[in-house]
């Protein structure tokens, strides 16, 4: 039994080593900066896509990755 337990917390510390992201954390109602981008997390907790009116500013977020579009024209309809 013991080493069952240990064979599964072995796993499940080779599954974080090489599949979690440290520096990821639960984000809420945040602006995080990472690798250059800028990402919103909502209320949620998810990443923000598509438009979001943050004070008097508007941002658009592209659906596929959540990064903010900066300094470029965005294409509302083809």
Known sequence: MK???GII???GMLVCLFGCDFDERKHFNEWVEKNGN???YNSEGKKQEGWLEYGSNWYYFKPSNGKMSKNQWVVLCR
Do not use: E, G
Request: proline share 0%; glycine share 0%.
């Open 9 to 11: 917390l072995l796993l």
């Open 3 to 5: 080493r069952k337990i």
């Open 38 to 40: 800028t990402y919103y």
